[in-house]
């Protein structure tokens, strides 16, 4: 199996130039690629200047220009994506990963850990961490920020994906690419961070998108301000093998019942800064 990413410049309020962005990348030789990940937010752009501009940018998931777009790009290439969405359900804006294939939508998650201007306009996530059976594999999806909360992967760990496809908008430089392969080795699992390039207002994102193996090993890596398509032949048999040593599972020797403070919202009331959602 093939995995890849898509790393370019979403066009901030212009879909239909991000569509065209888009099929100039896929023009290029796919070398056969099964999977393939675009950046956050892939069909609004980012750094909006107001809830008004994150609105109007924003599409249902039903009623989608850019998810009937992707499905068409699978169907011609017998190809799975999972791409950032700005998504809206009825009167609350979401942002989403959607995962498509050439038989349609399969599979949706909505980012649980909002970072910086995000939560003046999105609500956090209220689906948990899904995944999905494509068949070949099974696929779970994080975006973003939630890079920095371990207990995120685990649980798509724990229920059984092979890859988490992370679509993401990273500012903070090398920091993800950093810690992304550790939870690649940490879940023994493949990760494909989809990262986009170029600058929106006062934001430049980072590039550098990777796919990562269950042994924490680069397969690939993207330069930081190119656009460009990388691709990794993958062994989802190895993502299937949690033994660490032959008295040794990652599951198995798990101890929940040491864990219990990991589901209480903050028991020593640590931490500091702001963190509320505006709307
Ligand atoms: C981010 O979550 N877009 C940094």
Same mark, same amino acid.
Not at 202 to 210: E, H, M, V
Not at 215 to 228: M, T, V, Y
């Given at each position: 199996?093939?995995?890849?990413?898509?790393?370019?410049?979403?066009?901030?309020? @212009?879909?239909?130039?991000?569509?065209?962005?888009?099929?100039?990348?896929?023009? *290029?030789?796919? *070398?056969? !690629? @099964?999977?393939?990940?675009?950046?956050?937010? !892939?069909?609004?752009?980012?750094?909006?200047?107001?809830?008004?501009?994150?609105?109007?940018?924003?599409?249902?998931?039903?009623?989608?220009?850019?998810?009937?777009?992707?499905?068409?790009? $699978? =169907?011609?290439?017998?190809?799975?994506?999972?791409?950032?969405?700005? *998504? =809206?359900?009825?009167?609350?804006?979401?942002?989403?990963?959607? &995962?498509?294939?050439?038989?349609?939508?399969?599979?949706?998650? =909505?980012?649980?850990?909002?970072?910086?201007? *995000?939560? @003046?306009?999105?609500?956090?996530?209220?689906? #948990?961490?899904?995944?999905?059976?494509?068949?070949? !594999?099974?696929?779970?999806?994080?975006? $973003?920020?939630?890079?920095?909360?371990? %207990?995120?992967?685990?649980?798509?760990?724990?229920?059984?994906?092979?890859?988490? $496809?992370? /679509?993401?908008?990273?500012?903070?430089?090398?920091?993800?690419?950093?810690?992304?392969?550790?939870?690649?080795?940490?879940?023994?699992?493949?990760?494909?961070?989809?990262? =986009?390039?170029?600058? %929106?207002?006062?934001?430049?994102?980072?590039?550098?998108?990777?796919?990562?193996?269950?042994? #924490?090993?680069? &397969? !690939?890596?993207?330069?930081?301000?190119?656009?460009?398509?990388?691709?990794? %032949?993958? @062994?989802?048999?190895?993502?299937?093998?949690?033994?660490?040593?032959?008295?040794?599972?990652?599951?198995?020797?798990?101890?929940?019942?040491?864990?219990?403070?990991?589901?209480?919202?903050? /028991?020593?009331?640590? #931490?500091?800064?702001?963190?509320?959602?505006?709307?």
């Amino acid at each position: 199996m093939k995995i890849g990413f898509l790393q370019f410049a979403p066009v901030l309020g @212009d879909l239909r130039a991000t569509m065209h962005r888009i099929d100039s990348l896929l023009q *290029e030789n796919m *070398e056969g !690629c @099964d999977l393939l990940v675009l950046p956050e937010l !892939c069909n609004s752009g980012y750094n909006f200047q107001s809830y008004e501009q994150a609105w109007e940018t924003s599409e249902p998931i039903e009623d989608s220009i850019f998810v009937r777009y992707l499905i068409n790009k $699978c =169907r011609e290439r017998n190809l799975h994506v999972v791409s950032g969405f700005n *998504e =809206r359900d009825r009167d609350t804006l979401y942002n989403s990963a959607i &995962l498509v294939g050439p038989h349609g939508l399969i599979g949706t998650y =909505r980012k649980l850990h909002l970072f910086l201007n *995000e939560k @003046d306009f999105f609500r956090p996530g209220n689906q #948990g961490v899904p995944v999905f059976d494509i068949g070949s !594999c099974i696929i779970g999806m994080l975006i $973003c920020f939630d890079w920095t909360f371990p %207990e995120a992967w685990r649980i798509a760990a724990l229920k059984g994906a092979d890859i988490i $496809c992370h /679509p993401s908008n990273l500012v903070l430089p090398g920091l993800a690419q950093r810690g992304v392969p550790i939870h690649a080795l940490l879940n023994r699992l493949y990760i494909v961070t989809a990262n =986009r390039i170029g600058a %929106e207002r006062d934001l430049s994102f980072t590039g550098s998108s990777i796919i990562a193996n269950p042994r #924490g090993d680069l &397969l !690939c890596q993207a330069s930081p301000i190119k656009a460009e398509v990388g691709i990794a %032949e993958i @062994d989802i048999g190895l993502a299937r093998d949690k033994q660490i040593t032959d008295r040794n599972d990652l599951f198995k020797d798990r101890r929940p019942e040491e864990y219990s403070l990991l589901t209480e919202p903050n /028991p020593f009331g640590r #931490g500091s800064g702001r963190t509320g959602h505006g709307k």
